[in-house]
């Protein structure tokens, strides 16, 4: 239990430490993963129905910026995972947090297929838009990059026969490669790119109208609470792996 003769702040901080506890992170996800689950298929669902259906078609693209809805989410998914794996390299070099480099082996395999259909989805876009399946933009290059550094750090986890010797050599790539992400942002401001620039901006408004924007969000999120109940799926079975594994290794 929490102890409330703490100061809040101090109670949230301890609370959090308290998830570096594999055991205590096994009891967390067990509980919230239901909710999760369930709250990505219905996010999803409405999103998906909502844009491919109901929402408008482009005057330019016409029907095939449907495509969006599942692409544009797949991109700020694959920068936003490999952030979180980089974020896991720190916490295992600095601080030798418990259970960073085992989220780390498992957010790479999810990071990498979501990466991947980034491109793929990008590619069915790009056919009608700019009539071929890939140039070799700033942005899609960019991005393939990052799906090398996925494929690397997933290679350099099995690479040794000391497993803590892959864990740190994958976490030294996950935080060299994180220079790769203001790249991916920024690419189509700093180059001239046949990518479109950034639907949405801290400074400007969205270049996107509302009809579009809202199946857009729910899409988004659908597929960001997807990724975390891979992940903690993945997770929960990993540590449950190591706990057995454990077991039979007192016996």
Same mark, same amino acid.
């Given at each position: ?49 909502? %844009?491919?259906?109901?929402? *408008? ?12 809805? =599942? ?9 936003? %995972? ?25 957010? %790479? *395999? ?17 056919? *009608? ?47 060299? %490669? ?60 990993? =540590? ?12």
């Amino acid at each position: 239990m929490t102890d409330t003769s703490l100061p809040p702040q101090q109670q949230s901080r301890f609370n959090i430490h308290r998830l570096a506890n594999p055991g205590f992170f096994l009891r967390f996800a067990t509980i919230i993963q239901p909710w999760i689950n369930v709250s990505a298929a219905l996010c999803l669902v409405i999103g998906l129905v909502w %844009g491919l259906f109901y929402s *408008p078609a482009d005057w330019q693209q016409g029907d095939s910026v449907r495509i969006m809805y =599942i692409h544009v989410p797949m991109a700020i998914l694959a920068s936003g %995972g490999y952030f979180a794996l980089a974020v896991c390299a720190l916490c295992s070099l600095i601080w030798k947090h418990p259970l960073a480099d085992l989220a780390a082996e498992e957010i %790479g *395999p999810v990071g990498a297929v979501i990466t991947a259909l980034c491109l793929i989805t990008g590619s069915l876009w790009g056919k *009608p838009m700019w009539g071929t399946w890939w140039v070799w933009d700033a942005r899609l290059t960019s991005v393939l990059v990052l799906f090398f550094l996925y494929l690397g750090h997933i290679t350099l986890l099995h690479a040794f026969d000391d497993q803590q010797k892959g864990y740190k050599a994958a976490a030294i790539l996950a935080l060299v %490669g994180v220079f790769d992400l203001p790249i991916i942002k920024f690419s189509v401001n700093w180059w001239n790119t046949l990518h479109q620039p950034s639907t949405f901006s801290l400074t400007h408004a969205p270049s996107m109208s509302f009809s579009m924007m809202w199946p857009l969000f729910f899409c988004f999120a659908g597929l960001a609470l997807g990724f975390i109940a891979l992940v903690c799926i993945r997770l929960r079975t990993a =540590i449950l792996e190591r706990q057995i594994r454990h077991i039979l290794l007192n016996e």
